[in-house]
């Protein structure tokens, strides 16, 4: 019997396949395609204390080997979040981590200091990384003082676990994972999305309202997984890797280059059942190579 639990923070997760924000809805949506329980975690749709309409369409498009999208962070407000999705949560035997963004750094502390109140989440992903915004996300996540500051606001809101998620969209990515470790953050998760467009050469006309957008699904996963080490080799808090994960096999190099955990996101929207099936594949691994736990292979690349 391996043994698949991971440890971030004070938290322990049954095992390390957790979904991807904005990729699992607010987590009410899937439950007749899979069972939620059987996931080490979900995070949520990003939450701003506003409601968001998001970006106009269209602001969805396939491309070689993944998607472009440009939602904008389009959510129903951390009010009727609380309302109307969260009482689910308290049904789930899974951990819940609530995602959340802002404008300002004020934004993301009212959200925090709201949730905080309001419903018993296991932790924040706090996302300074989102590139279909006009004001926040990334303009927080490429700068390591901005990054820093939030950071360092959130984490004198709550004891729960901090999780600030990066962007690949700057020069030195271990620099500012560096920064949000030093001001509290618990766990660092990376990648969001590459900045990409698509353009339809019949019209000549992007294929995105807003011309750009973020690239994700498996054509990114290469670059992800060099962003993952890179950080890993950086900092010491735990990370959990992001970016074309859709197999148990590419979840396995996420843990063996050192991320703790992963999240799985666009391969849901091809394969609903993508995260479920990955655990069982990482099992499948870890049993046939005797390997007793998890956190065994985390961090063991070998390196010629």
């Given at each position: 019997?391996?043994?698949?639990?991971?440890?971030?923070?004070?938290?322990?997760?049954?095992?390390?396949?957790?979904?991807?924000?904005?990729?699992?809805?607010?987590?009410?949506?899937?439950?007749?395609?899979?069972?939620?329980?059987?996931?080490?975690?979900?995070?949520?749709?990003?939450?701003?204390?506003?409601?968001r309409e998001?970006?106009?369409?269209?602001?969805?498009?396939?491309?070689?080997?993944?998607?472009?999208?440009?939602?904008?962070?389009?959510?129903?407000?951390?009010?009727?979040?609380?309302?109307?999705?969260?009482?689910?949560?308290?049904?789930?035997?899974?951990?819940?981590?609530?995602?959340?963004?802002?404008?300002?750094?004020?934004?993301?502390?009212?959200?925090?200091?709201?949730?905080?109140?309001?419903?018993?989440?296991?932790?924040?992903?706090?996302?300074?990384?989102?590139?279909?915004?006009?004001?926040?996300?990334?303009?927080?996540?490429?700068?390591?003082?901005?990054?820093?500051?939030?950071?360092?606001?959130?984490?004198?809101?709550?004891?729960?676990?901090?999780?600030?998620?990066?962007?690949?969209?700057?020069?030195?990515?271990?620099?500012?994972?560096?920064?949000?470790?030093?001001?509290?953050?618990?766990?660092?998760?990376?990648?969001?999305?590459?900045?990409?467009?698509?353009?339809?050469?019949?019209?000549?006309?992007?294929?995105?309202?807003?011309?750009i957008g973020?690239?994700?699904?498996?054509?990114?996963?290469?670059?992800?997984?060099?962003?993952?080490?890179?950080?890993?080799?950086?900092?010491?808090?735990?990370?959990?890797?992001?970016?074309?994960?859709?197999?148990?096999?590419?979840?396995?190099?996420?843990?063996?280059?050192?991320?703790?955990?992963?999240?799985?996101?666009?391969?849901?929207?091809?394969?609903?059942?993508?995260?479920?099936?990955?655990?069982?594949?990482?099992?499948?691994?870890?049993?046939?190579?005797?390997?007793?736990?998890?956190?065994?292979?985390?961090?063991?690349?070998?390196q010629s």
């Amino acid at each position: 019997m391996v043994d698949l639990t991971v440890k971030i923070g004070d938290i322990v997760f049954k095992n390390p396949v957790l979904t991807a924000s904005g990729t699992f809805g607010y987590g009410d949506e899937i439950s007749s395609l899979i069972d939620v329980n059987s996931l080490g975690g979900i995070v949520t749709k990003t939450i701003t204390f506003s409601p968001r309409e998001g970006n106009p369409p269209p602001r969805i498009t396939e491309t070689t080997a993944g998607m472009i999208n440009s939602i904008g962070l389009a959510n129903i407000g951390v009010e009727r979040f609380v309302k109307e999705k969260a009482p689910i949560y308290k049904s789930f035997d899974t951990r819940v981590i609530v995602s959340v963004a802002g404008e300002t750094i004020d934004d993301y502390c009212r959200v925090v200091e709201y949730l905080e109140k309001e419903i018993s989440a296991d932790g924040y992903e706090i996302n300074i990384s989102c590139p279909n915004t006009e004001k926040g996300g990334i303009y927080f996540g490429s700068n390591r003082e901005m990054s820093r500051n939030v950071t360092k606001a959130v984490r004198q809101l709550t004891s729960k676990l901090v999780i600030i998620k990066l962007t690949p969209n700057v020069t030195s990515i271990s620099d500012i994972a560096g920064a949000v470790a030093d001001a509290g953050a618990d766990c660092i998760s990376l990648v969001n999305s590459f900045v990409g467009m698509a353009v339809d050469v019949e019209t000549r006309k992007p294929k995105i309202k807003k011309i750009i957008g973020g690239l994700t699904g498996p054509c990114i996963k290469p670059i992800a997984l060099a962003k993952v080490y890179e950080v890993c080799s950086k900092v010491d808090i735990p990370v959990i890797g992001i970016g074309g994960i859709s197999t148990g096999e590419d979840a396995l190099e996420f843990l063996i280059t050192g991320a703790c955990a992963v999240e799985v996101g666009t391969a849901t929207f091809f394969d609903p059942k993508a995260p479920v099936k990955i655990i069982e594949e990482i099992k499948e691994y870890l049993n046939s190579n005797n390997i007793k736990n998890v956190s065994e292979i985390v961090g063991s690349l070998i390196q010629s």
